[in-house]
């Protein structure tokens, strides 16, 4: 029996969602499927229009068998460590296949490039070009010495195909083609990305034809308003911002200065951004500095995974497998890991009104109707 792993932050779950659980079943019908899921706070520093409980039954409703959260901790930060990981916590329910999006659909240049990465002077090429004022994809392509467009699937998918070599897992990647391009915010294709329709439901356009209506009637507006002012009120108050994740460089300085220029999010980031900060390096910036995510607390191992829902399928296979499990499976309460959880979901529910945090208390999984 194949046990595919998938990695997902569903902001918010649409169409291509659908299409690529469908496509693995169809590949593998007698697979389980088990998700690895980003939960309230997400790689690029994005706030999620989903909580993880509902992204957790979506995904049960639409054929995921195994549900397991990806840590507050892990899931806001780069590529490389979001994917390294996803992939172990995969590989520690004894996945033998992870299945991801792609916009080239070619896994042999992929794992190409992945392997070329562990060249000596790979990172020492990627900060010259950097410094020389290309953006990541372009210095990416230089460094690797390869003709190739570098979309932000294909980055991430690279990633996976790292931290499986770099592990020596055995897992073997595999990819399905997207049907369109994450930066598209445009069309009006069945399957659009989730960049394109967050953007439809900021200028308040119909969204129906693109995720299921159970979907729709439970995102979430972010009032952007609310959340600049918790981050204010942090940045202003706390005088030591460089203990925070990926507060480097001294940016805590712009950080303080442009603080009260302006009341408008967005417009501070403008403010405060430099040469060397992406603005999805400033997002998460952010996003740790308002959780209080302190550059002490990275942990660099995972000392527990949460299982967060399951199906009946899903159920009977963490029940055969429950003895071979090299990373536990039950929270540890006093885990660096489960206070940042808590905390993320309380910044979450002052931001959204919602009552993530109860969830999270309780501690229980979502249980698919009729599973149990």
Same mark, same amino acid.
């Given at each position: ?38 939960? /309230? ?18 995904? $049960?409703?639409?054929?995921?068998? $195994? ?48 392997? %070329? ?6 990172? !020492? ?56 391009? %994450? ?27 693109? *995720? ?6 439970? *995102? ?24 925070? $994740? ?6 805590? /300085?712009? $950080? ?29 910036? !952010? ?16 000392? /527990? ?19 071979? *499990? ?9 885990? !660096? ?14 931001? +959204?009104?919602?009552?993530?945090? +109860? ?14």
């Amino acid at each position: 029996m194949d046990v595919i792993g998938i990695i997902a932050e569903y902001n918010p779950f649409h169409n291509g969602h659908i299409y690529h659980i469908k496509k693995i079943k169809e590949k593998y019908p007698d697979s389980i499927l088990i998700l690895v899921l980003n939960g /309230y706070f997400l790689e690029r520093g994005e706030i999620s229009i989903l909580t993880k409980e509902e992204k957790t039954k979506i995904a $049960l409703d639409y054929g995921v068998n $195994l549900v397991l959260e990806l840590p507050f901790i892990y899931g806001t930060q780069s590529a490389d460590i979001f994917a390294d990981k996803s992939i172990r916590i995969l590989n520690n329910y004894h996945v033998n296949k992870i299945v991801f999006g792609s916009e080239c659909n070619d896994i042999t240049t992929l794992t190409k490039i992945a392997k %070329y990465q562990f060249n000596k002077d790979f990172d !020492v090429n990627v900060k010259k070009y950097l410094d020389s004022g290309c953006n990541y994809p372009t210095a990416l392509a230089k460094a690797c010495e390869i003709d190739f467009t570098f979309n932000p699937n294909d980055l991430l998918g690279i990633s996976y195909i790292k931290a499986i070599i770099k592990n020596n897992f055995d897992i073997t990647p595999e990819c399905i083609l997207r049907t369109n391009m %994450y930066h598209d915010i445009n069309s009006n294709d069945s399957i659009v990305s989730a960049s394109n329709i967050r953007n439809k439901i900021k200028v308040n356009e119909d969204i129906s034809n693109y *995720l299921p209506s159970d979907v729709i009637n439970n *995102l979430i507006r972010i009032d952007y308003s609310v959340f600049f002012k918790l981050l204010k009120a942090k940045i202003i108050t706390d005088d030591n911002l460089d203990k925070y $994740l990926d507060v480097d460089e001294g940016i805590e /300085y712009r $950080l303080k200065k442009y603080i009260n220029s302006t009341n408008d999010f967005l417009e501070y980031m403008e403010l405060i951004k430099t040469k060397r900060y992406t603005y999805n390096k400033l997002n998460r910036m !952010v996003i740790h500095i308002l959780i209080g995510l302190k550059k002490s607390d990275n942990l660099k191992d995972i000392d /527990y995974t949460r299982v967060i829902g399951f199906d009946k399928f899903g159920l009977q296979y963490l029940k055969n497998i429950k003895n071979t *499990l090299e990373i536990s499976n039950i929270v540890k309460t006093d885990s !660096v890991i489960y206070k940042y959880e808590l905390q993320a979901s309380l910044i979450y529910d002052l931001i +959204n009104n919602t009552n993530t945090f +109860n969830f999270e208390i309780k501690n229980k999984p979502v249980i698919k109707d009729g599973s149990v």
